[in-house]
């Protein structure tokens, strides 16, 4: 089983819309969960950071299931500048320090 | 503030030719780090460094080397290039590690032909 997987998409969707992504983790060890976005050709970029008690930042909100080892990210009334890949990543506590696990993506395109 | 840098932006090789990226960041920040992005795949970790002078192994450190001479520079070193070795590669840096944010800079395209 991969360590972060994630439906790679993509989502093709209309302006306005709400969407949802999942992702699942395989280390219960796993001690910090984010989402990054990253634009076609660009680097990564923290989207926001999930917490246990679930977490809004406007138009998005992010959900940690421990029980289920799952990490959900809800983007509300999406705009076409939302168009990009949304990474779910996961941190191990005792790892190797630093270590980031990325998920593939997911890609979404908002159409007009 | 620039943030991270990378230089160069894009680069194209012949197999066994050698060359350095060179990452740069202006926020002091102790951890950074080298990653590789390929179609299909996650990013994945090259090597790591959690301050001046140290460096670790990541999860796909072969063929190539690292160095941390100064806190604010990682230099990531292919020796001899292969074509599997072509990619889009990312450093970040992070003020410490675990569970802190990583701010990436712009990558680097590199075509081994």
């Known amino acids: 089983r991969k360590e972060v997987e994630q439906d790679p998409g993509p989502f093709n969707v209309p302006e306005g819309a709400t969407v949802a992504f999942n992702c699942t983790y395989s280390n219960s060890a796993s001690q910090s969960f984010f989402w990054y976005r990253q634009d076609c050709r660009k680097e990564p970029k923290l989207l926001m950071s999930?917490?246990?008690s679930g977490n809004e930042d406007g138009r998005f909100t992010a959900q940690l299931n421990r029980a289920s080892q799952y990490i959900s990210l809800l983007i509300r009334d999406s705009k076409l500048s939302d168009s990009a890949t949304y990474l779910c990543v996961v941190n191990i506590w005792g790892g190797s320090q630093g270590n980031l696990i990325f998920g593939k993506g997911t890609k979404l395109s908002v159409k007009p | 503030n620039a943030g991270v840098t990378q230089t160069p932006k894009f680069r194209v090789l012949k197999t066994g030719q050698s060359m350095t990226l060179l990452c740069a960041q202006d926020m002091n920040h102790e951890y950074m780090y080298w990653y590789r992005q390929d179609p299909g795949m996650g990013l994945r970790l090259i090597h790591y460094s959690v301050g001046e002078g140290t460096t670790a192994k990541g999860e796909v450190p072969d063929g190539y080397n690292v160095s941390r001479l100064k806190k604010q520079n990682f230099l990531l070193g292919l020796e001899s290039a292969a074509p599997s070795q072509t990619s889009v590669y990312f450093c970040?840096?992070?003020?410490?590690?675990?569970?802190?944010?990583?701010?990436f800079g712009p990558g680097t395209r590199l075509l081994v032909l």
């Open positions: 999930v917490y246990s």
């Open positions: 970040a840096s992070s003020y410490m590690g675990s569970g802190e944010t990583q701010y």
